[in-house]
């Protein structure tokens, strides 16, 4: 069993920047798809972005392509949701998630499991 913290939410102003972070423990990632996904209330949990779990491919939902960027640290078991040109519209709580084993990544939730509690993004207009 995986555990994950995520970290690096706030409150930031539209247009500037937030990083987030995903901090794993209790078994290696490093053969894991990783994805994060974000949620506000009365919402179903949608897909944001994901990367394959040798890094090499990333996949982003649409309203987020071109501002965010997912990467990883395998030796350090973590993943990383940069976050550009932030808008009112992209304030959820994101939550962090392993994919597939040896998986490319993917929007679906049924191909994730052991969520991380989530970190609550609030972007101010």
Request: glycine share 12%.
């Amino acid at each position: 069993q995986v555990q994950l913290v995520e970290s690096g939410g706030g409150l930031v102003q539209a247009g500037g920047s937030l990083t987030l972070s995903c901090a794993t423990s209790g078994r290696s990632i490093s053969s894991y798809a990783m994805g994060w996904f974000r949620q506000t209330p009365g919402k179903e949990r949608e897909f944001v972005a994901s990367i394959s779990a040798n890094g090499v491919y990333a996949y982003y939902s649409a309203p987020v392509k071109g501002r965010f960027t997912i990467s990883r640290d395998n030796a350090k078991n973590t993943v990383t949701l940069q976050m550009n040109s932030l808008k009112p519209e992209d304030t959820a709580v994101y939550y962090c998630a392993v994919g597939l084993r040896f998986g490319r990544g993917g929007s679906s939730l049924r191909e994730y499991n052991n969520w991380g509690p989530g970190t609550q993004v609030t972007v101010s207009s």
